[in-house]
Every structure is written in C-alpha cells, then in structure tokens.
C-alpha cells in the first residue's frame, strides 16, 4: 500500500488494514509511507502500529529471501513538523509521490506482488510541480505502458473509461475507434480474468441519446464509437451499444451486464459513486504490474479523526490480492 497523503485519511486507513483479519487472510500488507505520521495518527486515532518497521533504504539492500513481512517501510518524506493534517500543501504532495514512486520501484523489480493507493489530492500534487492529473497517468508512465485505461470495479456496476482526466471540451478530439476498441480490449480482459468467463459489454455513447443518428455532436458515434464496437465484435467479443447513456445503466441492464465502456469521467463515475461508493475499486488496466486503489479522495474534512470509513480500502486490497493470485 501506498500511503496516500499525509494531510488525508490514506494514513488511518492504512493502518487498520495492518490489523484486520480480513486483509491479513488474503496477503502480506506492507505500507510505503512515514512512520512517524503513522504513529502520530495510531495516537490520534486509538490504534496502534503494527508488525516491522524498516527504512528505504534497508528494505531496498535486504536480499528478498528475508525481506518479506508486514509492516512499514519508512520512505522520510516528511515530518510531522513540515505540514498540518487537513491541510493542502506542496510538502505532503511531494511526500504522496514519493510513496507511490517507492511502491512502482518494488513492484517493477518484482519485490511486491501489487500496489494499493490511498488517495492523494492532486491540488498537492500541482503545487509541488509534479505535473501528473492523478494515479493513472502516474502508473501508466512509470511502468511503461502503451496501452492502459482506468476501471472502477464493483459487484454493483464496473466501468472503464477511454478519456479521464481531461476537461470536457477535449474529450471528442482525444477519441478515436483505436483507442476505443483499445479500451474495449482491456475491459475484457480483465473481467474475463476476474469473472472467469466471457465478459458481456455496453458501450455508452458520447452525446445524449448517443447521437440520436447525428442530431447531437459531430457523428461520434457513427464515426468513432461503431467502428470499434464492430471489430470488437468480429473478435468474438459480447458487445453491445452505443446505448444512450442516460438510460445505460438502468436496473435490469446492469443484472445484464459486465462491464460499460464510458467515453469520459463522470460518465462512469457518477453511476458508481451512486451505487457502490462503499466498495468499489479504481484499477489501471494494461500495466505491467498490478495496481488498485480506493475510489474517494483525501477526505481533508475528517482526516485524522478515526471516522474515515475502510471498506474502499480493503475491496481494492482484496482485488489486488485477487489479480496477484
């Protein structure tokens, strides 16, 4: 696990995964962060710090038949002394990337089995000249990857997303029919992985009523979205769309259905958040490791307080967990 930002929840978060039965079941946590932030907030919070605790640097020289355990490895990104919790500033983004950094280092030298991210406010991230939008652009350019997308998984619904972090304006110029069937691609793959069969797929449109044949928009449907969802098809693939996204995600089609394919961000987003806020998983699809995380934000307003609530936490866990197995 990565510990998110120290200003926010990820550090609390963190340390009831060190705890909980159920994580400990299903693999090994070890959290990238700063042990003196994790003490001060298991004070705060009436928790405590469980298992190992190493620098860096020691984690990084111990050889791998004796570095495994559950714990913390100490980055010393930042002390207590350089932020205040609820807080933003460019000290605690600079301390959330380095965590994440350390993280993707242990998972490309194969010395974790996957990455779980708290959250990091990416207003931080800005202010400490980092000029990534958020985790995925992190991941995808750190591991490599040519061809990823972002996927919000739950039981309820499961989205992926061809654009994301982007402001509207931009998203009809950033499609095209290869990076839509690109996405479409991925989002079977990895149900077909986690589900153990065949994945059945809609693809939303992009405009209201999905064009209504050209009426709304520039023919993206017609144009970009079809062609793709056609030779996904041809590969066998059980698609259907491009349905209007207004009425996607109704009731008896999500019984139906796998996976939706979103052209943009709240497309998705909104409909996860409203049916599975407690649970779902933000996962990055395409990369050469495993990668999950919860899906809310910093919560600066609650931060440090014990009231942050651990279930997105502990579903992204159990997901990598499951990826890894």
């Known amino acids: ?19 909980a039965p159920e994580i400990l079941a299903c693999c090994r946590p070890l959290v990238f962060g700063d042990a003196e932030v994790l003490t001060a907030v298991a004070q705060r919070t009436n928790q405590r ?43 605690t983004g600079s301390a959330s990337f380095a965590y994440i950094d350390a993280a ?5 030298a194969g010395r974790i089995a996957a990455v779980t991210t708290a959250p990091i406010n990416k207003e931080a991230l800005a202010l400490a000249g980092i000029k990534y939008p958020g985790h995925t652009e992190i991941f995808a ?4 990857s040519k061809r990823w997308c972002m996927m919000q998984y739950s039981d309820e619904i499961t989205c992926t997303f061809v654009t994301v972090h982007c402001g509207y304006a931009e998203v009809p110029k950033l499609l095209s029919t290869e990076r839509i069937l690109e996405v479409i691609e991925l989002s079977a793959e990895a149900l077909q992985r986690i589900r153990g069969r065949k994945p059945r797929i ?32 041809a590969q066998g693939l059980e698609i259907e ?16 259905t796998d996976v939706f394919v979103c052209m943009y961000h709240d497309q998705g987003h909104i409909p996860v958040k409203a049916l599975a806020f407690e649970s779902a998983v933000n996962t990055t699809l395409g990369l050469k490791i495993i990668r999950t995380s919860v899906d809310h934000g910093t919560a600066l307003d609650i931060a440090w307080q014990g009231k ?18």
């Open 202 to 233: 809609v693809v939303c449109g992009l405009n209201p009523h999905a064009g209504e044949h050209g009426l709304f928009g520039d023919r993206e449907e017609e144009r970009l979205i079809v062609p793709a969802i056609e030779k996904a098809r």
């Open 1 to 19: 696990m990565t510990m998110g930002d120290p200003a926010g929840v990820g550090p609390e978060l963190c340390l009831k995964a060190l705890t």
């Open 104 to 108: 993707i280092a242990a998972a490309l």
């Open 241 to 256: 769309g491009p349905l209007p996204p207004d009425t996607a995600f109704l009731p008896w089609r999500r019984r139906s």
């Open 49 to 91: 710090v469980p298992g190992q605790i190493q620098t860096l640097d020691d984690w990084n020289n111990a050889s791998n038949a004796t570095d495994v355990f559950s714990g913390i490895v100490d980055v010393g990104a930042i002390r207590l002394s350089d932020f205040r919790p609820g807080e933003i500033s460019k000290r």
């Open 141 to 144: 350019e750190r591991a490599g």
């Open 308 to 325: 942050a609530s651990s279930g997105s936490l502990f579903s992204a866990l159990k997901l990598a967990a499951k990826l890894a197995a």
